[in-house]
DNA sequence: TTCCATGTTCCGCA
DNA sequence: TTGCGGAACATGGA
């Protein structure tokens, strides 16, 4: 369940457990995961280190191990599991890190569109993949997003989804950040008004936040959400309208046919 | 059996 | 050059 707030939560997950741990050995249960590394040279580069410290840009996940960091990205389907007994290991493990001290870091990941790789940095990796900026980033301003904006055509919800454009937001929160901003998906870019440009930046991000926060909490989504009424035909919790089922970007979309405009 | 899924990439076309 | 539709990838659940 992987967009930028299920990654947050899997690298808070990941420094909460399984930092400053010898690795022992790690397991590559299908090479169909891995990236450009060969899983040989993969054990070779982490076995006898420490992962030290863990690094999040949008949807990706990165952890320090000696002169490297390995790359994590989750697909549709990726999640992390750290144990302590071998019957625990998940049932699609695809990469298990196992610690001197007994315990187990495992990847998993059911439809195999995730990654594992190494990477000499996240700067480096966030530069080969031109990746853009994370939207939780102190840095990405509302003023920086209208630098963006200004530079762009074409339907906003294609904009809010290209990782080039803004890394982490996917298809669930950008719908989720056009219904609560009443925008409708299609809309192009520049006949987005200046307040308008201003709610979708305010909006994604408290969305986003929002979702880490109550998600830490073991809470589920809040019920003026879209996205636990992601039907067609549903009620909208905001203003009463019919929820409409499309396609955008490639992606099944859903919005309020009355109040998104 | 068929359709659908929180992602990414590549190709062809306008 | 930019943007977009479609297909492909792999797998399980409704």
Redesign the pocket.
């Known amino acids: 369940?992987?967009?930028l707030?299920?990654v947050e939560l899997y690298a808070r997950y990941f420094a909460e457990q399984a930092l400053r741990q010898e690795i022992a050995r790690v397991e590559v249960r299908?090479e169909?995961i891995l990236g450009a590394v060969r899983k040989e040279a993969l054990s070779r580069a982490l076995r006898g280190n420490e992962f030290t410290r863990i690094s999040r840009h949008?949807?990706?996940l990165f952890a320090d191990v000696a002169t490297q960091w390995v790359h994590f990205?989750?697909?549709?389907?990726g999640d992390l599991a750290y144990y302590t007994s071998e019957d625990e290991e998940p049932?699609?493990a695809r990469v298990v890190f196992d610690f001197t001290n007994g315990a187990h870091l495992a990847f998993e990941d059911?439809?195999?569109?995730g990654?594992v790789d190494l990477t000499p940095s996240p700067g480096d990796f966030i530069r080969e993949?031109r990746l853009g900026p994370d939207p939780l980033d102190p840095n990405f301003t509302l003023k920086r997003f209208r630098e963006i904006v200004a530079?762009?055509?074409?339907?906003i919800k294609?904009?809010l989804?290209?990782?080039?454009?803004i890394?982490?937001?996917?298809?669930?929160?950008?719908d989720e950040t056009l219904f609560q901003t009443g925008i409708h998906p299609?809309r192009?870019?520049n006949k987005l008004s200046h307040s308008d440009v201003k709610a979708v930046y305010s909006r994604m991000r408290r969305v986003l936040r929002e979702v880490i926060e109550r998600k830490a909490r073991g809470a589920s989504y809040p019920r003026t959400y879209l996205i636990p009424r992601?039907e067609e035909g549903e009620r909208c919790p905001k203003c009463g309208g019919t929820i409409r089922?499309t396609?955008?970007?490639?992606?099944?979309t859903?919005y309020c046919g009355r109040h998104q405009r």
């Open positions: 369940m992987p967009e707030p299920e299908d169909r949008g949807k990706h990205h989750f697909g549709m389907s049932r699609f059911m439809r195999l569109f990654v993949h530079r762009r055509r074409g339907a294609a904009m989804m290209s990782q080039e454009i890394a982490g937001i996917g298809n669930l929160y950008a299609r192009p870019v992601r089922r396609v955008v970007f490639g992606r099944t859903y």
